[in-house]
Structures are given as C-alpha cells and as structure tokens.
C-alpha cells in the first residue's frame, strides 16, 4: 500500500491525454461514444473496453492489454456503481495505484450502513470479502459436512482462538497506521461516504495481541454518507489523511500468539450483547483471566443473574488452570 493520501471523492478529474496514455489508447479514443456521460458521471463504456482489451490480445500487446483488464476489474467488480460502465472514479482509483483503503472503506461502509437499514446487500467485491474472511478460519470448517445444516454463524461462534488462523506473513508490512489527524483510529473514505476503522482490533491479526479491553477512545466511531448535510465531516476526514500517525514494533512491542484472557472475555461478551450464538462450550484459556468485562445490567434482577453466571465462569476458568499447571508439573517430575 503506497504511503500517501488514498482517494477522497474530491480530486479533479484526470485529462484525457493522462487516461489515454496509462490505458495506452489513442487521444482520439476519449471522445464519444467511448469516453461519454452517464447518469451524473464520466467514464469509459465497459463495450469499448472489451473491444480494446480483444484487439490488444490479438496483436499480442500484452501490457496495454492487462491495462484495459485491470480497469474492467477496477470499475465492475471492485468499485461498480453503473452496469456496464467503469465511471472517472473507478479511473482516479486506479491511476492511484493505492485501492486497498478505498476497499477497506468500500466493505466496511456498506456493511454498517446495510446493518442501519437492516435491508439491502454489501455493495462490495463480495468474492473477495469471503475470500479474506475465509482465510483465517481452520480447514476443518470447510472439510467436514454439514449435516444438521447449522448457520454459517452456527458454525463459526464454537471455533477458539488457537482454531483461528490470525496472522499471515505475506501481509505484515512491519508497521500499523494507528491514527490519522484529530481522529483517534483511522478514518476511511470510500465512493459513498466514511467510516472510521479501529486498529486496536485489529492487532492479534499483526501478532500483536490486546492484553486488555480497548479504551472508549480507540472504539470510537465515525460514520457519514457523501451529502451535504455531511460536508463538514467529509472535509475532515479529508484532511486527517494529511497527518498520518504509525506504530513499528518498538512500540506495539514483542509478537505473539497469545491470547490474553481479560481481552478474550470482553470480545466475548461484546458478541453476546449482539446475540451472536455460542452454540458449544467454549474452550477457556489455561491462564486465570481478569474479571468478566459485560455490559451494564439495566435491572437489579440482571445485575444478579449476571454475577452469580461471572462467579460461576470465574470458578471454571481457576479449575482449567489448575488442572493444567498440576499436569504441567507432574509432566516435568
């Protein structure tokens, strides 16, 4: 990912003369009925595309033709938003070289703006979306049958976390973009609006576990749509990217696979304030974890209920250690 602005909706539009040499087109080929209007946008018709990337094929120009591909990808698949038509938007993304946080935004704003809605589909690269999600889930997920049919969150909520495949070296680039301008995280600006994006959840996928539960602070959250009554936010977000803020590993400090129990029974009961289903027991950490970290009880009746069921978990955690450490002790005598 290039160390520089990503794309904010508000850069000017290319010249053609730009948009023709990358594409290795003629100046004569940006004029209509190739480069035309559409709705409110400009862009090149995906017909005249497929034509250009065909002839290339043929005379074996093999650059120009993974130009021409590269862009249908950009504009229909990664970054759609008219059928058949890869709009100045899709083009400004791939003359910069720097898609990842546009997709990133892409994802995460269509996703939380669809969970408001409660309707609608993710307006992302979809494929992708699952590819990236499936890749940190063990293979015996995908192995073994599914004969009582469970819900792919059914299947999912059981797994522990030495089931999960966290980290990838491929994708460890040594440093973390902890924060952007005035903004605590992260602000991400996508074709549709923004989003702000949490590092600190981020982290075990880094090997850099979270010992604790995250403050308010690295939590807080941001979300806008691309109109006016959001201008003032969007010109923010614009200008946060102007100060960017990192993390190496002096001060993430020492990698590890560890998961801390304090952290782990947060992300637990944030998930069960959300009414995602643990289905099975879950396997507990052979370490004692701090104290539970629920959410407000509303009632006296709750706040009962929820201390007698943190008492009974704190008991189970403290016998699986010492299980474990009696067994670790007669292994070493």
């Not at 491929?170 to 995280?185: E, P, R, Y």
């Not at 400090?253 to 801390?260: A, E, M, T, V």
């Not at 004692?288 to 959410?295: G, N």
Request: proline share 6%.
């Amino acid at each position: 990912m290039p160390d520089k602005e990503p794309f904010n909706d508000l850069e000017l539009t290319p010249k053609t003369s730009i948009i023709a040499a990358t594409l290795h087109l003629k100046p004569s080929d940006m004029i209509p009925p190739n480069f035309i209007i559409k709705g409110d946008f400009q862009g090149l018709t995906a017909n005249f595309l497929y034509k250009k990337a065909s002839a290339f094929a043929k005379d074996k120009k093999i650059v120009a033709f993974e130009s021409i591909i590269a862009l249908l990808i950009y504009g229909l698949v990664l970054f759609p938003n008219l059928d058949n038509f890869v709009d100045v938007n899709a083009v400004k993304i791939f003359l910069s070289k720097n898609l990842v946080l546009t997709l990133l935004a892409a994802t995460y704003h269509s996703i939380h703006y669809r969970t408001i809605k409660k309707d609608g589909v993710i307006v992302c690269c979809a494929p992708l979306l699952y590819k990236w999600f499936s890749s940190h889930l063990p293979q015996s997920i995908f192995s073994k049958a599914n004969t009582g049919k469970s819900h792919w969150s059914q299947r999912i909520m059981p797994l522990t976390l030495d089931d999960i495949v966290w980290y990838h070296a491929a994708g460890d680039a040594g440093v973390v973009i902890d924060s952007c301008g005035k903004f605590q995280n992260v602000p991400l600006i996508g074709r549709y609006g923004g989003i702000t994006y949490n590092p600190t959840l981020a982290m075990h996928q880094f090997r850099y576990p979270t010992k604790e539960k995250p403050n308010k602070f690295s939590l807080s959250g941001e979300f806008y749509l691309n109109n006016k009554y959001y201008a003032n936010m969007r010109t923010k977000f614009v200008q946060a990217w102007h100060t960017v803020r990192k993390l190496d590993g002096n001060r993430l400090g020492k990698k590890s696979n560890f998961g801390h129990p304090s952290y782990t029974q947060w992300v637990i009961d944030r998930a069960m304030s959300f009414g995602l289903p643990y289905t099975l027991p879950r396997s507990l950490s052979s370490t004692i974890p701090h104290a539970s970290l629920p959410l407000p009880p509303c009632t006296q009746e709750e706040y009962q209920e929820r201390l007698v069921e943190s008492n009974r978990e704190s008991a189970t955690w403290k016998r699986k250690y010492d299980e474990a450490m009696l067994k670790m002790e007669k292994m070493s005598g």
